[in-house]
């Protein structure tokens, strides 16, 4: 049996000398396990790390709130179409390399656009589905060192699903060939309910 003396305890690095207190404790060794508890307290390794998380800065609340309330609305059109992947597949049945579009990202919230990830917009998220060779989506939209009220919605999908439909160009003039954009027109408004009524109709369009 090993003679735990406080040097040989002080010398364990903090997860073997919290194994051997675990192991003094299921042993019922009371004073060695008080010696380890001791010792882990001296060196701060059981307290919780410090640094809590910063609190979100305006434009990431604003992130956060509207993928939220995008995938509500996807949510809603979710349950007046049928925008399973499935049936997506089915109904796209002899497109080469057809593959359907996830309507929400796997948080269960509007999907991280290209522009957002590569860094060139402050805030792109966006739903989206796809028959066949066309692809609806709406998203929020906003340039980076912009004003959060200078935010846009956007419906991007084929000009014949479209009412008022304007080339992706006007809509999205930032955008670089290497950021592919779903289809080569959309329309864009300020608030959201236009936005997802615009959506709704396009959808209806896409799925019929």
């Given at each position: 049996m090993?003679?735990?003396?406080?040097?040989?305890?002080?010398?364990?690095?903090?997860?073997?000398?919290?194994?051997?207190?675990?192991?003094?404790?299921?042993?019922?060794?009371?004073?060695?396990?008080?010696?380890?508890?001791?010792?882990?307290?001296?060196?701060?390794?059981?307290?919780?790390?410090?640094?809590?998380?910063?609190?979100?800065?305006?434009?990431?609340?604003?992130?956060?709130?509207?993928?939220?309330?995008?995938?509500a609305?996807?949510?809603?059109?979710?349950?007046?179409?049928?925008?399973?992947?499935?049936t997506?597949?089915?109904?796209?049945?002899?497109?080469?390399?057809?593959?359907?579009?996830?309507?929400?990202?796997?948080?269960?919230?509007?999907?991280?656009?290209?522009?957002?990830?590569?860094?060139?917009?402050?805030?792109?998220?966006?739903?989206?589905?796809?028959?066949?060779?066309?692809?609806?989506?709406?998203?929020?939209?906003?340039?980076?060192?912009?004003?959060?009220?200078?935010?846009?919605?956007h419906?991007?999908?084929?000009?014949?699903?479209?009412?008022?439909?304007?080339?992706?160009?006007?809509?999205?003039p930032?955008?670089?060939?290497?950021?592919?954009q779903?289809?080569?027109?959309?329309?864009s408004f300020?608030?959201?309910?236009?936005?997802?009524?615009?959506?709704?109709?396009?959808?209806?369009?896409?799925?019929?």
């Amino acid at each position: 049996m090993v003679d735990w003396t406080d040097e040989k305890i002080a010398a364990l690095s903090s997860p073997d000398l919290k194994n051997l207190m675990a192991n003094a404790e299921r042993k019922g060794v009371e004073t060695l396990t008080a010696t380890c508890k001791a010792e882990l307290e001296k060196r701060g390794a059981n307290k919780p790390r410090s640094g809590a998380s910063k609190p979100r800065t305006e434009v990431k609340e604003f992130e956060h709130t509207m993928s939220e309330r995008i995938a509500a609305i996807g949510k809603e059109m979710a349950a007046k179409y049928d925008l399973t992947e499935d049936t997506a597949k089915a109904r796209s049945e002899g497109i080469k390399g057809f593959r359907a579009h996830k309507l929400f990202g796997s948080d269960g919230r509007a999907k991280l656009g290209g522009m957002q990830r590569d860094g060139s917009v402050a805030v792109e998220r966006y739903i989206s589905h796809r028959r066949g060779n066309d692809i609806v989506s709406l998203g929020v939209f906003l340039l980076k060192e912009q004003p959060i009220d200078s935010a846009e919605f956007h419906v991007i999908a084929p000009a014949a699903m479209l009412d008022g439909a304007r080339p992706i160009a006007d809509i999205r003039p930032s955008a670089t060939d290497k950021q592919k954009q779903s289809a080569d027109s959309g329309v864009s408004f300020k608030d959201l309910e236009s936005a997802a009524a615009a959506f709704d109709a396009a959808l209806a369009k896409l799925v019929a």
